[in-house]
């Protein structure tokens, strides 16, 4: 009898760069082709060639559309992929954004003529052209023996749980899973009758502690900005934490929670996907499609303003304080939070407050490591030239329950529901967790703990090693 095999071609000792391959009988399929991202060497990693011949490949599930799971596939595309990409049709809406704002930061990081671009504009449309979309729930067969589903897995808007069924045998990949519940989004569905998962662990060893707090915290750190007439600047993540937060701010400026002031959304982007979580409100939990049925616009509120160009950007400088800036990018990697931030950072009364998770080596890391002076490059500090010092005198203030990932124990709550366990702890069908998608120490306190507290085999794959699904 032949069995699957998966073989892991990234998202093993990182967070991000999701790259697996399936292969049954004549069949090649992968799930996730991602970027990856904040590592010294990623440049060069993510422009290899794949270690697989891609035009071999006749699927492509697509579990969610963050970067480290879609960036590569214009690559992917460009080597040879003539298959069919399959995604729920949010993540397809969304990575069609996605990828074109990803082309041109790509683009715009080429100096000196050193070209780190490693796929072309026309990749992009080439691959929206291969990508179907599959609504959750549905029961598709690729074949005679294979057959897919996807389930909600309530981490972005789109995002699914790919549940692949080779001739009975259930092999399930989680993509990232939400911190349910959320604020916007249902809770993390759960697959049945398992008997391979391979499960994310970006935060196998912790757990969020602030999460019931988070809305008091978040409330309570801008209201105190606003009193002092500072100005609160908002790294924001394009994908979820922007809606997230102009959801919150909705409530407490119409509940009359915190004052009315001037809020700018000054993110082309997060604009754009916005307005796609707009119209996609039948994806929403019940409290939000409940506001919604009442009338309420709940991405809308009085003195909300929708930057467009750059130019409306610059000006809002002229507004006076207090005031609340949205703006990408998440880590202050780049983007238009850079010019807000060189502005705000030596005025002890505003506040830098880092809803997201911030990587080493990025300055939203060196502002949260409680840095005395940042250098920001030139462009972003008005009128001078050269990369430039800035003194950090603002507050830095860090929430950081509104993560949309499963802490360490909701993990292990779902692999325990989804093997079945039952109260005697009888026999399960899972037969074996792969525990990928997080750091080494994340990924393997997990497994361990897969093993201690369940009693189910899991383990941390080797990169490029063959695993037989038997
Ligand atoms: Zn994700």
Redesign the pocket.
């Given at each position: 009898m032949s069995n699957p095999k998966l073989t892991f071609y990234g998202g093993v000792g990182f967070t991000t760069g999701a790259n697996f391959l399936v292969e049954y009988k004549d069949l090649k399929l992968l799930v996730d082709c991602g970027l990856l991202q904040g590592t010294r060497n990623a440049d060069e990693v993510n422009s290899a060639p794949f270690k697989y011949n891609p035009s071999e490949i006749q699927f492509l599930f697509v579990?969610?559309a963050?970067m480290?799971?879609i960036g590569k596939i214009p690559k992917l595309v460009k080597d040879g992929f003539k298959g069919q990409i399959i995604s729920t049709f949010e993540t397809k809406e969304l990575a069609k954004h996605l990828l074109v704002d990803a082309y041109k930061i790509m683009i715009s990081r080429e100096r000196g003529g050193v070209s780190r671009n490693f796929y072309e504009e026309k990749n992009i449309g080439e691959s929206l052209s291969l990508w179907e979309s599959v609504a959750y729930g549905e029961k598709q067969q690729i074949n005679s023996e294979v057959s897919f589903r996807f389930l909600d897995a309530g981490?972005?808007l789109g995002?699914a749980i790919i549940e692949l069924n080779f001739n009975g045998k259930k092999v399930v990949f989680t993509?990232?899973l939400g911190n349910s519940p959320s604020p916007l989004l249902r809770d993390t569905e759960i697959p049945e009758d398992v008997d391979y998962l391979i499960i994310?662990s970006?935060y196998g060893d912790r757990n969020h502690k602030d999460k019931e707090e988070r809305r008091e915290m978040f409330k309570k750190i801008i209201k105190e900005t606003l009193e002092r007439k500072g100005e609160v600047i908002i790294p924001a993540f394009s994908v979820d934490r922007t809606q997230i937060i102009l959801y919150e701010l909705n409530n407490m400026v119409e509940d009359g929670e915190l004052p009315s002031v001037p809020v700018f959304l000054d993110s082309p982007l997060a604009e754009k996907v916005t307005a796609i979580y707009s119209k996609s409100d039948r994806l929403f939990n019940q409290n939000i499609q409940k506001e919604i049925a009442s009338g309420d616009d709940i991405f809308s509120f009085p003195k909300l303003d929708i930057v467009g160009s750059a130019r409306e950007s610059q000006a809002i400088e002229n507004i006076p304080n207090p005031k609340i800036i949205i703006a990408g990018s998440g880590m202050s990697e780049g983007g238009r939070v850079l010019e807000h931030e060189a502005r705000a950072l030596p005025h002890p009364e505003n506040t830098i407050l880092l809803m997201g998770y911030q990587p080493v080596g990025t300055l939203g890391r060196e502002l949260q490591d409680g840095a005395k002076t940042v250098t920001l490059p030139a462009s972003y500090v008005k009128g001078k030239g050269g990369k430039q010092k800035v003194p950090v005198r603002a507050r830095i203030e860090s929430v950081h329950g509104y993560s949309?990932?499963k802490d360490s124990e909701h993990l292990l709550e779902f692999v325990e529901k989804s093997a079945g366990v039952n109260e005697e702890n009888q026999k399960t069908k899972l037969k074996k967790v792969f525990v990928v998608m997080g750091e080494p120490k994340s990924s393997l306190f997990l497994v361990q703990r897969i093993r201690d507290y369940l009693d189910i085999p899991a383990i941390y794959p080797e990169e490029g090693k063959e695993y037989e699904l038997i």
């Open positions: 579990t969610h963050h480290d799971h981490h972005i995002s993509g990232d994310e970006v949309a990932h």
